[in-house]
């Protein structure tokens, strides 16, 4: 049981190209959710998805893209990178009922120059 | 507007020496209140759900405790694997979004 994997673990982009993160759970979870980290601002919710075939914008959606084609894939584009977007991003999933816990990826480590 | 404040934002330990961790919340009916640990270069890592105030719960040398506006997070007799990032975060009962704080970063020296 794997849990939350998410790949790549690095990239580097240089501004204006484009790439999608891929997010894959193995719990059979139908809520998925692409977070970033940035130091001093916490982890903040770009996009989520309540199920398979469906999403949903969170708290920072600018710039971001998501599809959610298969219930245990949740799939992440950036398709001009910018240099803001350098971040750290991590993937989540949790049940649809309580307890509602959400189980994180290692993330990956985007740096675009 | 729903929000999470944890304190102090670093906190520097001997082994051995107990301390708490903070987190104060303001949100339009909780749903939960939950603990992750953080390592460097990793994920966050699910330690404890809190659903109403007065729980509380325990996983070896850490206790979580839960009240209506805060929630702290007690380490008793720390080791040096303790040392990590403690994030709090809250579910909202409206909107079910994770809501988190900035964490805690914790250095348990030995």
């Known amino acids: 049981n794997a849990g939350v994997t998410q790949t790549p673990k690095f990239r580097v982009l240089k501004t204006g190209q484009s790439m999608t993160l891929l997010c894959a759970q193995d719990?059979?979870?139908?809520?998925m959710y692409w977070y970033r980290q940035d130091p001093g601002m916490g982890l903040r919710l770009i996009h989520y998805s309540v199920g398979e075939g469906t999403t949903a914008k969170g708290e920072v959606p600018d710039g971001y893209n998501v599809s959610r084609l298969k219930k245990q894939n949740f799939l992440l584009g950036l398709e001009s990178a910018a240099p803001s977007q350098t971040s750290v991003y991590f993937c989540?999933?949790?049940?649809?009922?309580?307890?509602?816990?959400?189980?994180f990826g290692p993330g990956t480590r985007l740096t675009v120059l | 507007e729903d929000q999470v404040t944890q304190s102090p934002e670093a906190l520097r330990l001997q082994e051995g020496e107990s301390s708490s961790l903070n987190c104060s919340y303001t949100v339009s009916g909780l749903r939960g209140l939950f603990w992750y640990r953080q390592d460097p270069g990793k994920g966050p890592e699910f330690l404890f759900t809190l659903y109403s105030a007065g729980e509380e719960k325990e996983k070896e040398r850490l206790k979580a405790t839960l009240t209506k506006k805060e929630s702290f997070l007690h380490i008793t007799a720390p080791k040096p694997e303790d040392s990590a990032t403690y994030l709090c975060a809250v579910q909202a009962s409206n909107t079910g979004k994770l809501i988190f704080g900035q964490g805690t970063t914790l250095q348990v020296k030995p």
């Open positions: 719990m059979n979870h139908e809520y």
């Open positions: 989540a999933s949790s049940m649809t009922s309580g307890p509602y816990t959400q189980y």
